[in-house]
């Protein structure tokens, strides 16, 4: 018996023994990260981490577009579980980070305990400037992510005292320690939020609820304008240099509440760079200060950093730096990128107070978050002219996923650049048959690189499309006639707000 396994504090208690599943929900997650979609939930249990990485490969037969392309993520994964077996939760970290797979919980999902652990491998890929494999984790405003620590209930204790086995209790619980704090800082989670953790009493769980409780397990929010958060300037200035602050002097960004942030002072960086430099006067001498660049004063900050002064009158060198264009980072000090603050995308929750409830932000926010998502507010799936022949996997007001014959078949609505994509997403494999109407677009063929063979059709309505997207795992000419059949009348059974083919019936 391992040492986890004499705990009972890590998600395992009064779960359901129904098992966790992983499912494909679409082949497009959203603008930012146009990759297949799957989706995790249930309880994690003993082998699942195993299970799920037999099943990614066959989950996402793929073809052109659809793909990954040594860019960013090759998938994103959403997660929605209570939590369960700790080892399959740390398994699963590794197989997302493994992988490059994303990891995402949205507005409405919850990811406990295990499933926070398996949370923190989400990740993505960039072949150039020296990135390679970096942090991809977010959270949606209105998400629920908890961790805690190991523990044992009374019970537990007074069971493992009546069989004289307490001592063997409270090592394992020890030992238990041990592996989630190292579990934690491999996936750099912050020493002030690796204390929290620890310190959580058998019913607590830590709530990833605030800015800095984000920054401190190195995640981030979906992108959206941080012009929708109304901040004024000098107060983005103040709560990035509160961060930045924390991060030098490894305290949590709450404990600096009451800085102060002095008048900005025009001054010189080491490199010559002009900047506007506000003192922190209630900090140690060797910090001079945060500075902006001299020309950026108003807006949305996109670059500051954590000053010393080097003796030299007007002359200061960069002790920490904050950077949210282009590539995010946060008080990067060199290494793997997976050992630092570095994503794509925005690091904008830094702009906020560090103790601002995310689930409270603007609806604006939510509603960009969701149009980037390409989910229409009244989202309408296509309807079929007969009962579909397939076995449903996963449904959502946006997309479908079935199975049937071998193909994967997935149905998804959303905005009208959705059918716009279909053309371009084949530019990459051997096209056999294109088929152009104003509403209708249809492309089917191989793609050779990867062995796999598809049939793709877009069908637009005004402002709004559907696609249907058939995935085969083999060439074209492999596929048997039963395939082929059904292909068309999948194609022929479709229809979306009175677009469809000819051989509609």
Not at 66 to 76: E, H, K, M, N, S
Not at 358 to 384: A, F, K, M, N, Y
Request: proline share 6%; net charge negative; aromatic share 8%.
């Amino acid at each position: 018996m391992t040492a986890l396994m004499l705990v009972s504090g890590l998600g395992n208690a009064a779960i359901s023994v129904s098992a966790a599943e992983l499912t494909l929900v679409s082949y497009r997650f959203s603008d930012e990260s146009a990759v297949p979609h799957l989706h995790l939930s249930g309880p994690l249990e003993p082998g699942d981490a195993e299970r799920f990485a037999a099943e990614f490969a066959g989950l996402k037969p793929c073809s052109g577009g659809l793909c990954y392309d040594d860019f960013g993520p090759q998938a994103v994964v959403t997660l929605d579980s209570p939590g369960g077996n700790y080892s399959t939760g740390v398994a699963l970290a590794d197989f997302f980070r493994d992988m490059k797979i994303a990891t995402y919980v949205e507005a409405d999902a919850s990811c406990l305990s295990a499933c926070a652990l398996a949370f923190l491998g989400g990740s993505g890929f960039w072949p150039t400037g020296g990135i390679g494999t970096y942090v991809d984790r977010r959270l949606a405003p209105g998400g629920r992510l908890g961790f805690h620590s190991p523990y044992f209930s009374a019970e537990t204790a007074e069971r493992a005292a009546r069989k004289g086995q307490l001592q063997q209790l409270l090592d394992g619980t020890r030992l238990a320690m041990a592996d989630i704090v190292e579990t934690l800082s491999r996936y750099n989670v912050s020493q002030q939020v690796l204390h929290d953790i620890i310190r959580m009493g058998p019913d607590a769980f830590y709530e990833v609820s605030t800015p800095a409780a984000l920054a401190g397990i190195r995640a981030s929010m979906p992108h959206f304008d941080p012009a929708l958060l109304a901040l004024p300037w000098k107060t983005q200035v103040a709560n990035v240099c509160r961060h930045l602050a924390a991060a030098h002097y490894s305290v949590a960004p709450e404990d600096l509440m009451d800085f102060t942030l002095g008048s900005p002072v025009a001054e010189t960086a080491e490199d010559g760079t002009e900047i506007l430099l506000f003192s922190l006067d209630d900090r140690p001498l060797n910090v001079s200060g945060c500075g902006v660049d001299a020309g950026r004063t108003g807006g949305t900050l996109d670059r500051m950093a954590l000053y010393a002064w080097q003796g030299v009158p007007d002359t200061h060198s960069v002790l920490l730096d904050f950077q949210n264009q282009g590539w995010a980072t946060f008080a990067y000090r060199g290494g793997r990128a997976t050992d630092g603050y570095v994503t794509t995308g925005a690091l904008t929750h830094m702009l906020m107070p560090v103790d601002a409830e995310l689930s409270t932000l603007p609806d604006t926010v939510s509603d960009q978050i969701r149009r980037e998502r390409g989910r229409d507010p009244d989202p309408q799936l296509p309807t079929h002219a007969e009962d579909w022949p397939v076995e449903i996997r996963h449904e959502t007001p946006w997309s479908r996923s079935a199975t049937a014959q071998g193909l994967t078949i997935v149905e998804q609505s959303g905005p009208a650049r959705l059918f716009d994509e279909v053309s371009a997403q084949a530019e990459d494999t051997e096209i056999l048959y294109r088929f152009d109407r104003d509403n209708i677009v249809v492309r089917s063929g191989d793609d050779p690189t990867r062995g796999t063979s598809y049939y793709w059709m877009g069908l637009r309505s005004g402002a709004r499309s559907a696609t249907l997207h058939i995935q085969a795992p083999v060439p074209a000419r492999d596929l048997t006639d039963a395939q082929r059949d059904l292909m068309g009348r999948l194609a022929c059974m479709t229809d979306f707000e009175g677009v469809h083919l000819g051989c509609y019936q």
